[in-house]
């Protein structure tokens, strides 16, 4: 099983600022099949990017994500309002399809 | 508009059983793998099943393995999950989650519904 750590586990910002957001695979994540997941309180995840680095659709371009061997990085670079929430990241390159445990990006 | 819609929660006693439903509309059921992810209360979200279009490869967390099924029905744009000898940490918001396959590999899951609760207590 792969696992994924991701950290920090909260990240102190104020709007205009650079995020930048790391998660960590405890081996090699097949094919770059890595995603990055938005959710805000009482709402349902959204995707933001898959395949470690490509966006998905609707995505303002503020979002970016890239890979080091097995450390993946989501940056957002310019913070707005509606981005403060918990980014997960998520392998699905094989069974069991794990998740890391969640990056809260809280208003300074 | 595409979209998932999750039923069936409610409030179960330990050791008892639940069947979820998800009902997809406004995209082709059949062409796409789902999963069932979920999340229990202030925590963060884990992974539970998948299944294939035609349902020939399924899986599971080790955590429901032998007490969860998945299952759909392509024809009522339709997915389950049996939950069977629930237990107290199975308590948590189930989404049904929308994976693409092309080319016979999968994507990431990029549409969700808004969650179905499950709590199990006694």
Request: charged share 15%; hydrophobic share 30%.
């Amino acid at each position: 099983e792969i696992v994924l750590t991701q950290s920090p586990g909260t990240l102190s910002l104020s709007p205009g600022e650079r995020a930048t957001l790391s998660c960590r695979a405890s081996q090699s994540v097949s094919s770059s099949y890595l995603a990055w997941y938005q959710q805000k309180p009482g709402q349902a995840p959204r995707l933001l990017i898959y395949g470690a680095s490509s966006r998905a659709t609707g995505i303002p371009d503020r979002f970016s994500g890239s890979e080091s061997g097995t450390d993946f990085t989501l940056t957002i670079s310019r913070l707005e309002p509606e981005d403060f929430a918990v980014y997960y990241c998520q392998q699905y390159g094989g069974s069991p399809y794990t998740f890391g445990q969640g990056t809260k990006l809280e208003i300074k | 508009e595409v979209q998932l819609v999750e039923s069936g929660g409610g409030l179960v006693k330990p050791g008892g059983s639940l069947r979820l439903s998800c009902a997809a509309s406004g995209f082709t059921f059949s062409s796409y793998s789902m999963n069932w992810v979920r999340q229990a209360p202030g925590k963060g979200l884990e992974w539970v099943s998948s299944i294939s279009s035609c349902s020939s490869y399924i899986y599971y967390a080790d955590s429901v393995k032998g007490r969860f099924t998945i299952s759909r029905d392509n024809a009522k744009n339709s997915l389950y999950l049996q939950m069977d000898s629930l237990r107290a940490e199975d308590t948590a918001v189930y989404y049904c989650a929308r994976v693409p396959v092309v080319g016979g590999t999968r994507g990431p899951m990029d549409v969700w519904g808004k969650g179905t609760t499950v709590t199990v207590s006694s």
